[in-house]
């Protein structure tokens, strides 16, 4: 006997969800009484069978109720492939993480037959996930577990074109997996369906990657600023707003800030020049943050906090850059000036831009960068070494995290040291497990002289000499990793006021001069109203859990000042 249309729709979702990891808990089903609890948030909305509800790569209207009928769900590419994804029915609901904050939807979701829907637009939602805790909780584990999936599955997101090693590839692989953006790659010597694209475009060495996005727009080789535009990542100041407080960095200690204050009701901005989680957000596996035992690594602890600030509402601009700092305050605002030639208006800002990798002196190693030399050791990397023989420098507990994480690709990992020992700059248990593991091999009081690549610029060998002698050596290496501390990322605040130390650092409370003698709070810099947190601050601990601490902590100091600054003059 041949199945009925609903019967056939179930066994067909039912094959589909097999493809996705818990689906129970990434498609959950809705009961009558949780739909009641929604209705007040958002409204009904009715369409005719084929019209899109949602479409890639625009911004996305929230998240959707099924009341009556199917809404198909299907991943479009800018190559033209359409594939069927998961069909959703009555009592489930359509969304995932970027509707939090309307950010462009990933795929379509298109009705078939006519389709009755209870639309809760990004604002409501975030209320509804923060009005209704229990409820919220399964929506919003929902909302990320489906996230994962597009990114596992390489659903949705942008196409990458190129050879899988090449620096453009590598980088770009980096940059959307560091923000948790679906993306697939396809390598022009395996894949039939890039040949077109290149015989069209006929790209150079220098273009690839061709990225091709989803409204089909091709860039050649694009910086990450350029793509995030591109694929919808980047808002900007939503209507000219004013922000109670303006956060540069969103490394742990500017996700911390972001929502804790926007928790309390504080409208938040947060702008980053690359990714959420700052160098914190790189290492492979954190062991000593409280609370989770086992470890847990950078990307996934940053990841939470990014999704949290979300939720509360803050507004992230990533990738975006501050070039400067306007402390005049006309109009009784900060005002800072973005790379895209707008302005940030904020009655606040927290300093939290951390530090930029430290680069050592050693010739031609900007020619390297991108080509073997890399600053962090991510899955796009370790790929990049698998069986190989690589070299790490440093002795922080990045550079431990770091080696650790190779060593289960790597053939062995060469873990030079400029000194003598690793106790006075690594945590105990990372110096117990680096010890323990056959294929790292410490060097100490050794340093690399020099680097030599071949004819397409690609790290081939590295060179290194004894400290205590003239013995030198060499290997033939394609893959080093520095870990050699970092320098403040503080140019943008040249010219408005804010005092920093010898190294670069913000200086805060009564160590600044201007503040000798008041009462000031401890991470409030020279001027009222701009405060400093994490790595960039001078005197900070220059670990994950000082810098997440001292976020939650300027939260009071934020509100005190806000509160003064709304009194009026006696």
């Not at 390489?154 to 692989?173: D, K, Y």
């Not at 990992?413 to 945590?427: C, D, N, P």
């Not at 410490?442 to 081939?460: H, K, P, V, Y």
Request: net charge negative.
């Amino acid at each position: 006997m041949a199945m009925g249309q609903d019967e056939t729709q179930r066994t067909d979702r039912d094959a589909q969800l097999l493809r996705f990891t818990r689906p129970e808990q990434t498609f959950p089903a809705l009961t009558p009484a949780e739909i009641e609890r929604i209705r007040h948030f958002g409204e009904i909305r009715t369409y005719a069978d084929g019209e899109l509800l949602f479409e890639t790569g625009k911004p996305g209207p929230g998240m959707f109720v099924v009341l009556a009928g199917h809404v198909a769900i299907t991943q479009r590419d800018g190559l033209g492939h359409v594939t069927p994804v998961i069909d959703q029915g009555p009592g489930q609901f359509l969304a995932e993480l970027g509707q939090l904050s309307g950010r462009p939807a990933l795929v379509d979701g298109r009705a078939e037959g006519n389709v009755e829907v209870l639309l809760v637009p990004p604002d409501r939602l975030r209320a509804l996930l923060v009005a209704e805790a229990e409820l919220g909780e399964r929506i919003m584990r929902a909302l990320i577990l489906r996230r994962v999936n597009l990114i596992q599955g390489g659903i949705g997101g942008p196409v990458l074109i190129g050879p899988s090693n090449s620096a453009g590839v590598v980088r770009l692989q980096g940059f959307l997996t560091r923000n948790g953006q679906p993306h697939h790659l396809l390598d022009p010597e395996s894949e039939h369906d890039a040949a077109e694209l290149i015989a069209r475009y006929s790209p150079k060495p220098e273009d690839w990657p061709l990225v091709v996005t989803a409204g089909g727009t091709v860039l050649r080789n694009p910086s990450e600023t350029e793509l995030g535009r591109a694929i919808g990542m980047i808002g900007g100041a939503k209507d000219n707003r004013i922000y109670d407080v303006a956060i540069v960095g969103c490394g742990p200690a500017g996700l911390a800030t972001a929502v804790y204050a926007a928790s309390e009701g504080l409208s938040v901005a947060v702008v980053d020049t690359r990714a959420f989680g700052g160098q914190a957000g790189a290492s492979a596996r954190i062991e000593n943050y409280l609370g989770f035992p086992t470890g847990i690594s950078g990307q996934a602890l940053a990841g939470r906090a990014f999704t949290q600030a979300q939720k509360f509402g803050a507004d992230i601009m990533i990738p975006m850059s501050v070039s400067s700092l306007d402390c005049s305050r006309a109009n009784g605002t900060f005002a800072l000036a973005l790379d895209c030639g707008e302005t940030l208006r904020s009655r606040s800002v927290v300093v939290a831009s951390g530090a930029r990798y430290r680069r050592p002196d050693i010739a031609n190693l900007d020619k390297f960068e991108g080509r073997g030399v890399w600053y962090w050791a991510s899955p796009v990397e370790a790929r990049l070494c698998a069986g190989e023989e690589v070299a790490l420098v440093g002795a922080g507990n990045s550079a431990g995290q770091a080696a650790v994480f190779l060593s289960g690709h790597a053939k062995r990992v060469l873990m030079i040291i400029r000194g003598g020992g690793l106790g006075a700059s690594m945590s105990r248990y990372l110096i117990e497990r680096i010890e323990a593991t056959p294929n790292i091999e410490l060097m100490f009081n050794t340093e690399i002289t020099a680097l030599e690549g071949d004819e397409a610029s690609l790290l081939r060998r590295i060179r290194w000499k004894s400290r205590l002698s003239d013995d030198e050596d060499s290997a033939d290496i394609r893959n080093l990793f520095l870990f050699v501390g970092a320098d403040p990322a503080t140019s943008w605040l040249e010219g408005c006021g804010v005092t920093l130390d010898r190294g670069g650092f913000v200086v805060t409370g009564a160590q600044s001069e201007q503040n000798q003698g008041k009462l000031v709070a401890p991470l409030e810099t020279s001027v009222p109203g701009v405060y400093a947190v994490g790595d960039v601050r001078s005197g900070s601990v220059k670990r994950v859990g000082g810098a997440i601490g001292e976020g939650a902590q300027v939260v009071a100091s934020l509100h005190g000042y806000l509160g003064d600054a709304a009194k009026p003059a006696l």
